[in-house]
């Protein structure tokens, strides 16, 4: 395949995912072109959107690739979809969301000491849009549910890792709201889950098993009004 036509290829094929596109599986879909011949392409589609701005660029998002709008467009687009109703994350689920991507894994009953409200309907909520995961039970009294953050997280603030979280106290810049002082000295003072606590499921079904459990879990406080 000429290299234009390949690069056209590729472009038409992250403009139609839904999720980022894995470089392996680009590779797969063009295994007579090669991966050197993949690479140079993206890398030709990346440098053509840097160079020639309009609204879109080319990014590593969850170890992927996608397009997504330039950031200083975010103000205008926030703009427009809040008034088109979208439904976007309330802030004390964004504040959920802070606890659990730089303590994880964490549980429910720390994540509400922290906040210093009982965050259950929060949980729930993230655990619906799997902004968040089960990753396991805690080895203690009650053994509860350990809480991480999901591939659709990364997706949702651009990130390609969880490593790639900016300092705490400039969380508030990427999700566009303002995140209390002193919930941000919470998170940072709060301690660790010690791995020798932490019991990880691997397998995808147990996992399945055990949001279904955690959600029933997570109903059940909220209609016994638990939640405030």
């Known amino acids: 395949m000429e290299p234009t036509e390949l690069r056209a290829a590729i472009e038409a094929i992250l403009f139609l995912s839904t999720e980022p596109v894995k470089l392996d599986d680009l590779v797969d879909a063009f295994s007579d072109d090669g991966r050197e011949a993949v690479v140079a ?7 053509n959107f840097d160079e020639h701005v309009g609204g879109f660029v080319l990014e590593q998002t969850a170890g992927g690739w996608r397009f997504a709008t330039r950031a200083e467009h975010d103000p205008i687009l926030k703009k427009y979809f809040a008034k088109k109703g979208e439904n976007r994350l309330t802030l004390a689920a964004l504040e959920t ?20 409200v009982n965050s259950t ?6 655990l619906e849009r799997r902004m968040i995961r089960v990753a396991g039970r805690k080895n203690v009294v ?8 999901t591939k659709d997280f990364l997706v949702h603030f651009g990130l390609n890792d969880v490593r790639d979280l900016p ?16 919930l941000v000295a919470a998170i940072s003072s ?20 055990a949001e279904a459990e955690a959600l029933a879990e997570l109903d ?3 209609d016994a009004g638990e939640v405030k």
Do not use: M
């Open 167 to 182: 300092r705490l106290e400039e969380f508030g810049d990427l999700i566009g709201e303002n995140i209390n002082e002193d």
């Open 220 to 222: 059940a406080q909220v």
């Open 41 to 47: 392409q993206l890398d030709e589609i990346k440098k």
């Open 121 to 126: 309907s929060s949980i729930r909520t993230l």
């Open 142 to 149: 009650g053994s509860p549910f350990l809480y991480r953050t």
């Open 190 to 209: 709060a301690e660790p889950t010690p791995a020798s606590e932490v019991q990880e499921i691997t397998d995808a079904n147990e996992r399945e098993r």
């Open 97 to 116: 969301l802070a606890i659990i991507g730089y303590r994880q894994p964490v549980t429910a009953p720390e994540i509400s000491d922290i906040r210093g």
